[in-house]
T-cell receptor, first 112, second 112 residues
Framework: RKEVEQDPGPFNVPEGATVAFNCTYS??????FFWYRQDCRKEPKLLMS???SGNEDGRFTAQLNRASQYISLLIRDSKLSDSATYLC?????????????FGIGTKLQVIP | EPEVTQTPSHQVTQMGQEVILRCVPI?????FYWYRQILGQKVEFLVS????????KSEIFDDQFSVERPDGSNFTLKIRSTKLEDSAMYFC??????????FGSGTRLTVV
């Protein structure tokens, strides 16, 4: 099983739609989780951290399910500017220098 | 907003040549990293650097690779004898605490 697994997509959705991505991770001891956004040929940019209690930032909601070892990202009212690849990132520890592991990313294309 | 700066943005080199990729992390950050992304593939960890020494490295980071922080601000990645398969986007990242990285805009390395 891959360390961090994502459906690469692409997910093609109309403007205004709600779309959700899941990501599963294999290391049950993983401590911290993130969603990054990557535009084509650009650097990853931190979108949001993911907490056990779930967290929301505007149209974006992230959830963590430790029992099933997955995290999710929900985007409501999709905008054309949301078109990008969304990277799931898992850290084995809660902070510190340890490497994080990236998923392959899920490509989202929002269509007018 | 503070940023991580990488130079050059694009480097073309002949196989067997040495290249040095440069990065200026955010000034008060403590942990520094190099990641790479081969076109169409996931972001892969190369090396982490903390307190002026390597704290972790991947199996990709073999004897051909080295890192330095020569002057307290720059952070460099050297590849001694480049191979075709070293062609990738190389990202430098830094973080203060390990909760979320800031990535530089990357150096696209093309080995011909």
């Amino acid at each position: 099983r891959k360390e961090v697994e994502q459906d690469p997509g692409p997910f093609n959705v109309p403007e205004g739609a709600t779309v959700a991505f899941n990501c599963t991770y294999s290391n049950s001891a993983s401590q911290s989780f993130f969603w990054y956004r990557q535009d084509c040929r650009k650097e990853p940019k931190l979108l949001m951290s993911v907490y056990s209690s779930g967290n929301e930032d505007g149209r974006f909601t992230a959830q963590l399910n430790r029992a099933s070892q997955y995290i999710s990202l929900l985007i409501r009212d999709s905008k054309l500017s949301d078109s990008a690849t969304y990277l799931c990132v898992v850290n084995p520890l809660s902070g510190g220098y340890q490497k994080v592991t990236f998923g392959i990313g899920t490509k989202l294309q929002v269509i007018p | 907003e503070p940023e991580v700066t990488q130079t050059p943005s694009h480097q073309v080199t002949q196989m067997g040549q040495e290249v040095i990729l440069r990065c200026v992390p955010i000034s008060n950050h403590l942990y520094f990293y190099w990641y790479r992304q081969i076109l169409g593939q996931k972001v892969e960890f190369l090396v982490s650097f903390y307190n002026n020494e390597i704290s972790e490295k991947s199996e990709i980071f073999d004897d051909q690779f080295s890192v330095e922080r020569p002057d307290g601000s720059n952070f460099t990645l050297k590849i001694r004898s480049t191979k075709l398969e070293d062609s990738a986007m190389y990202f430098c990242a830094s973080t203060l605490s390990g909760f979320g990285y800031t990535f530089g805009s990357g150096t696209r390395l093309t080995v011909v």
